[in-house]
């Protein structure tokens, strides 16, 4: 199986749109409700947005497999020299097989070329998923921040930053 690393282009928004809807849901189920879920993917993961969101370079970087986006990462500088994780997700099929690593690589590449030298994540905690992952590339966890939803739900982000 080839993995092809590339910028988003116009052709992948449906697909981005559908890993990144998929992979946030699987990583809140069980946390948030069933109807923010729906308000939440339905604002961030609609084809208008994220097609807006790759013209202006929040999505930085798609996996393809023959054609089709098995993977998403999105960031930006947010500081001088800060850089941060907004997105990144996998499809199921395509998860432990080093296509979050290669997507976290390119992202940070661009991200030191433009002179970060720390970067941040932030996680939804009991993502059990995403934890482990940024661990394991030396991500440490910072803080947490408790949050409501507009549907008046608790939930708790922790806070992860690495020296890049």
């Keep these: ?3 092809d690393i590339m ?3 116009a052709e992948h928004v449906s697909g981005i749109a559908h890993v990144c809807a998929k992979g946030w849901q699987q990583t809140v189920d ?3 409700s069933a109807r923010y879920q729906k308000k939440n993917m339905a604002f961030w993961y609609n084809h208008d947005k994220v097609r807006t969101d790759i013209t202006t370079g929040v999505y930085s970087h798609v996996a393809i497999v023959d054609g089709e986006v098995v993977g998403a990462i999105g960031g930006a500088k ?3 020299e800060r850089g941060d994780v907004f997105v990144l997700y996998v499809d199921e099929a395509y998860r432990y097989q080093g296509t979050g690593r290669r997507l ?4 940070t590449e661009e991200q030191v070329a433009n002179g970060a030298s720390e970067q941040w994540v932030s996680v939804e905690k009991g993502n059990w998923r995403g ?5 394991a590339r030396g991500f440490e966890l910072q803080g947490e921040q408790k949050k409501m939803t507009d549907t008046g739900e608790a939930h708790t982000n922790l806070n992860f930053r690495r020296v890049i």
Excluded at 131 to 135: C, D, H, S, V
Aim: without cysteine; charged residues 20%.
């Design 104 to 107: 976290l690589a390119a992202l």
């Design 7 to 9: 910028k988003p282009r």
């Design 1 to 3: 199986m080839a993995v």
């Design 30 to 32: 069980g946390i948030l």
């Design 131 to 135: 934890i482990p992952f940024y661990e």
């Design 78 to 80: 947010t500081e001088p």
